[in-house]
Nanobody, 128 residues
Framework: QVQLMESGGGSVQAGGSLRLSCRVS????????MGWFRQAPGKEREKVAA??????YYIDTVKGRFTISRDAAKNTLYLQMNSLKPEDTAMYYC???????????????????????WGLGTQVTVSS
């Protein structure tokens, strides 16, 4: 059974940094897509960043500020978030997509294609 567990959320002031972690277990696929999504109150869930192998994807609003990375030996996905803004406040979710063509769909919005496995989320709050 695939399990994803996020950690590292918290409260910071604008301009600060946080690093989110997502521990993955139960996966038998050798290669697959992993990503970070977020959902603010009253807003739709949106994809923030994704990666497969060495390829990465970011939405425009986080480019240059967020970095997605993975430690395969630790089965852990990370999201380093720098220069945080109040508009980054949201619940952040880790997700995995095991389909062979997952990278072909990386730019699709959350409601256009739902990934296979999800964590429960970790809250990030950025104050001004």
């Amino acid at each position: 059974q695939v399990q994803l567990m996020e950690s590292g959320g918290g409260s910071v002031q604008a301009g600060g940094s946080l690093r989110l972690s997502c521990r993955v277990s139960g996966v038998r696929h050798r290669t697959y897509c992993m990503g970070w999504f977020r959902q603010a109150p009253g807003k739709e869930r949106e994809k923030v960043a994704a990666m497969r192998d060495i390829r990465t994807y970011y939405i425009d609003t986080v480019k240059g500020r967020f970095t997605i990375s993975r430690d395969a030996a630790k089965n852990t996905l990370y999201l380093q978030m720098n220069s945080l803004k109040p508009e980054d406040t949201a619940m952040y979710y880790c997700a995995a997509d095991f389909s062979p063509g997952c990278w072909d769909r990386v730019e699709l919005e959350y409601r256009q294609y739902i990934w296979d496995a999800w964590g429960l989320g970790t809250q990030v709050t950025v104050s001004s």
